[in-house]
């Protein structure tokens, strides 16, 4: 039932598999050449090691970018609507199991992006001689669960506004990349008068960017840090509640696609 | 008997547009039902609310007696009339899909339409031309093994040689005991394998009854006058004529039913000669979609 | 078996008439023997590339005309006794009303019936030479 998804899947993570080597190879390629001198022979993250968590944040973006590329798949089935859906499956199990296959997908790339970052790392590590030791630091599973997260309800958004739509998926990827940045913009301006400023803050309840923006903190380097928020939120609470808000427009998605009439 | 395919009353409306409007149509199992219609006489349509990528405004649907449902499409295989294939799969991976997803996919029977209509499996679909991917879509739909196939235009693009090879695939399966409803713009390919033929008009069924039963009571009566032809307005009025065509000397009478007896009728003005005349599909296909519009009885099936 | 016969789907008359008119025709010719198979309905069906049910319609109104018998799980077979001189029959018929469709058509055409008959007795001579054989 989800093979089609399942394929389309194996292409997108084999495509970000070598886009991401090639970047680690040119990374690395770059950082023998410029730091070969450079013999730090110090150890690196003190005496408790790095925080592992400290380098999710990229590992984050990049999944973010790619969850937000696979948004698009159930309004791509609208282009071929006699495949799917006359298969003999109920439709709303078609477009779980699509949604299914992605997160899959979203975790993967996850999974994938760190692996070629703590590559390089080590490369780093390795080059100008310095012993790199390694921890779990307490905010590890917390900034994985709101990054992921954070991941998937925009990639759900995508999904529940375009499922519905016949191959108009792309557009609402890019759309989604201004809207949600300039809507996270407007929640800084303090210029507005209070209704819009209202306005404004409700509407970026429906913003993954607005439950995880560096804007205001940045962490430092080695050690990890969670993002803020501009909602003044416990950060377990904004996971739980992009996990749950991406669930929904999961449901909502699925729905929207059951719906769809040819 | 259960029919494979009923549809009842069945209308569709877009809006303002009405596409189909109070279709009443059934196929019955071992049966081969060619659809015909100008374009945009709603046989897509039709289709679409058929296997329920469109919600009907009002009517009926019955799959083998029942609603439709998932399950229904284990047994009903699908030919769009635009093929449907993802372009940056393989024929290969296509096969594979069905594989998973149907009970009774037939890797054998597959190999062997493969090879029929002489394709690369390896090939991305998108490669293909239009008559190879309407075959892949054959191909796809009758390596199920299914017992109802709906087939919107399956020979478009396809060679004289590979449309016969449709046609006598849906022989095959009707000599097995499987129905077939298709659709087609060649009224040759309906007129050969059909024993039933429905007519589309604007929505509504114009024509439906068995081909051989068609050519049996449709005819043209034609009568010659030594002198410039009589008014025949009585005449014209019997509801059997579906058109009149009057030229100097010559009446031509398009008849749906009871030809001997409008015969006798034209004999009352003394005529030179009166003949009968038969009708091709063609010309009864013209006819009722160019004449009144009007649903013939149906005719009995043989 | 295919080769002996042809139908023509476009013409106006219903292909099952067609067909039951050549089989009755290849059986009065001798084509098809007494006691002989004919062809199973699938595999004429898919030989003339007709429609099944059609091919089933003209054996069933043969069957019942006397001209064929089909025994279930054995096939349809030309009848042993009969077939011949029934199918005599069925030919003739279809011969009387091609004449009397062309008569017809020569009078509405003006003929006189005296001509008439004298062309028809021309034509049967040049048929039936009467010093020829049979």
Request: proline content about 5%; charged content about 20%; some cysteine.
């Amino acid at each position: 039932m989800n093979y089609i998804e399942f394929l389309r899947m194996r292409r997108n993570i084999t495509w970000l598999a070598g886009v991401l080597a090639a970047l680690a190879l040119l990374s690395m390629i770059s950082i023998n050449v410029n730091a070969y001198k450079v013999h730090v022979g110090a150890d690196i993250g003190g005496p408790t090691g790095v925080d592992v968590a400290a380098l999710f944040g990229l590992a984050l973006g990049i999944t973010l970018i790619f969850a937000t590329i696979v948004g698009g798949t159930l309004s791509r089935e609208n282009e071929t609507p006699e495949m799917a859906r006359t298969k003999p499956f109920p439709r709303e199990q078609i477009a779980f199991s699509f949604l299914l296959t992605d997160l899959a997908a979203i975790l993967l790339a996850f999974v994938i992006s760190n692996a070629f970052i703590f590559l390089i790392f080590l490369d780093f590590c390795w080059v100008v001689h310095v012993r790199a030791s390694f921890h779990v630091g307490e905010e590890a599973g917390l900034l994985v669960t709101l990054g992921l997260g954070v991941a998937f309800m925009w990639y759900a958004l995508v999904q529940a506004v375009s499922s519905g739509l016949r191959g108009r998926g792309g557009i609402t990827i890019g759309l989604s990349w201004a809207y949600f940045t300039i809507l996270l913009g407007l929640s800084h301006v303090t210029l507005f008068p209070v209704p819009l400023h209202d306005l404004i803050m409700a509407l970026n309840l429906l913003n993954p960017l607005a439950y995880m923006n560096s804007l205001t903190t940045h962490g430092d380097t080695l050690s990890a840090s969670i993002p803020n928020s501009i909602f003044t939120l416990d950060p377990w609470l904004r996971a739980a509640i992009v996990w749950l808000i991406g669930i929904a427009a999961g449901v909502v998605a699925s729905y929207n696609w059951k719906r769809l009439e040819f | 008997m259960e029919h494979s395919i009923a549809i009842r009353d069945l209308t569709k409306r877009y809006g303002n547009f009405t596409a189909v409007s109070g279709l009443t149509l059934e196929v019955e199992p071992g049966s081969i039902c060619g659809l015909l219609g100008p374009n945009g006489a709603g046989k897509s349509t039709t289709f679409k609310c058929l296997l329920g990528l469109a919600r009907p405004t009002s009517g009926s649907i019955a799959i083998e007696g029942k609603p439709l449902t998932p399950a229904t499409f284990q047994d009903l295989a699908y030919v769009p009339e635009k093929s449907a294939l993802y372009e940056n799969l393989t024929l290969a991976e296509h096969l594979e899909y069905y594989r998973r997803c149907y009970a009774r996919y037939d890797a054998a029977r597959a190999s062997e339409l493969i090879d029929m209509f002489k394709l690369d499996r390896k090939k991305k679909v998108g490669k293909f031309s239009k008559g190879q991917r309407t075959a892949v879509s054959l191909i796809l739909a009758f390596s199920l093994r299914p017992r109802i196939f709906v087939l919107d235009e399956p020979a478009s693009g396809l060679d004289p040689i590979f449309q016969r090879l449709v046609l006598d695939l849906m022989i095959e399966a009707a000599a097995g005991g499987a129905s077939v409803l298709f659709s087609s713009h060649q009224i040759g390919q309906v007129e050969r394998a059909a024993d039933r033929v429905a007519i589309l008009k604007n929505g509504k069924l114009v024509v439906d009854g068995s081909v051989d039963e068609l050519k049996t009571t449709e005819k043209i009566v034609e009568a010659i006058f030594a002198t410039a032809a009589p008014d025949i307005d009585g005449l014209a009025a019997d509801p059997r004529i579906r058109r009149i065509e009057r030229s100097g000397r010559i009446i031509r009478a398009y008849v749906s039913d009871g030809s001997e007896a409008i015969a006798k009728r034209f004999e009352e003005f003394s005529p030179r000669d009166v003949s009968i005349m038969d009708l091709g599909l063609e010309d009864i296909f013209l006819t009722a979609v160019d004449g009144r519009d009007a649903t013939i009885p149906h005719g009995d099936l043989p | 078996m295919a080769a002996i016969f042809t139908v023509d789907p476009r013409s106006g008359v219903p292909l099952y008439l067609q067909l039951i008119e050549q089989v009755k025709r290849a059986v009065a010719l001798g084509t098809l023997a007494p006691g002989e198979q004919l062809p199973t309905v699938k595999s004429l069906a898919l030989d003339l590339t007709v429609n099944p049910n059609t091919v089933a319609r003209a054996y069933r109104d043969l069957e019942r005309d006397g001209i064929i018998e089909t025994s279930p799980g054995r096939g349809s077979f030309v009848r042993s006794n009969g077939a011949p001189g029934e199918a005599r029959r069925a030919a003739e018929d279809v011969a009387v009303a091609m004449l009397g469709e062309a008569i017809r058509q020569a009078k509405a055409l003006g003929l006189e019936r005296m001509r008439l008959e004298a062309l028809l007795d021309d034509l049967v001579g040049r048929w039936f030479p009467p010093h020829g054989e049979e």
